[in-house]
């Protein structure tokens, strides 16, 4: 019929493959999960999401990871202006994550940490302003962009505001515990990282087709 539609075998060997990406990152994050409830089990309720628990080592290697994908991307010449404001950004995470082990050196290093990396990357997006806005529209038109905002929603928008203490004593009245309150937070922390690493997967991804393609 003159009206169907039919795709061709590349198509759909690549929506094949998309879909056991999709499978493998939905064990990802599954395995996440389960992992942090093996690693909770032999722990006390006070012991639980200290700085050596699963979550926070796992949120350190994810962010690890992000920021050598994004090394690779920019390698590779796509977005290099945008891709060095996300390093910028996830590398000042990377920092504040770190906060405990930094602040034993002294008192809000990490804030200084954050501060050099952060003031540079204010100063690069004023003046390459234009071009980072031309490669933001590109970006936003990829599935990459829509995980990566997720990620970023989760850990600096929805963790912080489930994570008040003020709503938890409203939740758990008299029964308040702190650190189920803390399990709760750095749980979602943990997704928002994880969604910000496939995010930037799927981008490596997709540069790595667009130089194979040119």
Request: charged share 15%; glycine share 4%; with cysteine.
């Amino acid at each position: 019929m003159s009206g169907s539609i039919s795709s061709t075998p590349a198509e759909r060997r690549q929506a094949l493959n998309s879909i056991y990406r999709y499978v493998a990152y939905l064990f990802f994050i599954a395995l996440i999960c389960q992992c942090m409830y093996w690693d909770a089990l032999p722990r006390d309720l006070e012991n639980q999401f200290t700085e050596s628990s699963f979550a926070e080592i796992s949120q350190t290697f994810m962010l690890l990871a992000s920021l050598i994908f994004l090394w690779k991307i920019r390698a590779m010449g796509v977005y290099r202006h945008g891709v060095v404001l996300m390093f910028a950004f996830l590398l000042a995470s990377l920092i504040r994550e770190q906060d405990f082990m930094l602040n034993r050196v002294f008192d809000d290093l990490w804030q200084w940490l954050v501060a050099l990396v952060l003031v540079p990357a204010v100063v690069f997006l004023v003046r390459y302003r234009l071009r980072v806005l031309d490669e933001c529209c590109r970006y936003m038109q990829q599935m990459s962009f829509g995980l990566f905002l997720s990620g970023f929603i989760t850990v600096y928008v929805f963790s912080r505001l489930m994570g008040r203490g003020v709503f938890w004593e409203a939740v758990l009245k008299m029964q308040y515990i702190y650190e189920i309150k803390s399990t709760v937070e750095e749980g979602i922390e943990t997704l928002g990282y994880a969604l910000m690493l496939l995010a930037i997967v799927e981008l490596w991804l997709w540069a790595r087709r667009q130089i194979q393609a040119a």
